[in-house]
């Protein structure tokens, strides 16, 4: 035991090559590790319920408020409707590569699971990466389309909507484009100082990580106390590297600066959602039930917008493999 824990820890330390440290670590193992998170993220949590006051016994006040709740959230539903590709346009077969946790595969959950396009998933094992041995292309998120490989969450999203929406790239100049590019460049790098803040945290997100990520039993335990570890120390350096100073007024201030950017819209895509608001949901649903992101929501005024996108991306479209 003694043997693979250290063995474990040395190669979770060793990622730390690309992030500019002072010690040595597996890329494979940081890949999910940075970007890893969250509880019960992966699931929309939508609860729905009424409150009947001890007087409300006249049947026609109770038959007209039943009514108005009815219209109401038909009216509701109606507004956020989903956006599914005619039937002739879905591909027989999509297979997603990935890690439960990571941002950018849930950036690509979150488009899928939208246009209701139906996906089965096959969850990497971040450490041997066999189920992907396959692929000269060694990241996550892959995208097999009837047999047709994907890489890069973006590319996939862009190559999907020619695909199968008959969407055209939108311009660089674009408004939707410009965020989109701020997702990936910005708001990302933002998250892993966050969920790491504190050994706590770094517990909390390893347990995430480990519960839901494909590891064997010893993996488990080894990552999650080795990975959480190692993490806490390289956050401090992720931190350096992006000039961040309090990493809970970074988290905040791009919250707060996505919600500027909808300018009073219910979507940045004005009434609908667009490939910026999927794209920021995607990224941020990981971390959305962690401590991090509770407290977001609670200091920011991100917290509508969040509750509009899991109502209209809705239900999963994964299916059985």
Known sequence: MRRITSSVLLRTLSAARGEAVS???????LQVALYGSSAGGARAHRRWWFTYGPFAGASLGVAGALATAVATTSAYQEVFAKEPPPP???????????????????????????YDIPYKVVEVNPLSKKEIKWSEYKKVPILMVDGEQLNDSSAIIDMLGEKIMSKKKAGEDDEETKWRRWVDNHLVHVLSPNIYRNTSEALESFDYITSNGNFSFTEKITVKYAGAAAMYFVSKNLKKKYNITDERA?????????????????????????????????????????????????????GDWYSRMESVVGESARVNA
């Open 88 to 114: 002739e346009a879905l591909p027989n077969d999509v297979v997603l590569y990935q890690y439960e946790a990571c941002p950018f595969c849930n950036k690509v959950k979150a488009y899928l699971d939208y």
């Open 23 to 29: 010690f040595s670590v597996p890329n494979r193992f």
């Open 250 to 302: 970074a988290l905040y201030e791009a919250a707060e600066t996505w919600v500027d950017a909808l300018n009073g819209r219910e979507f940045l895509g004005g009434s609908k959602p667009n490939l910026a608001d999927l794209a920021v949901f995607g990224v941020l649903r990981p971390i959305r039930y962690l401590r991090s992101g509770k407290d977001m929501v609670e200091h920011t005024r991100i």
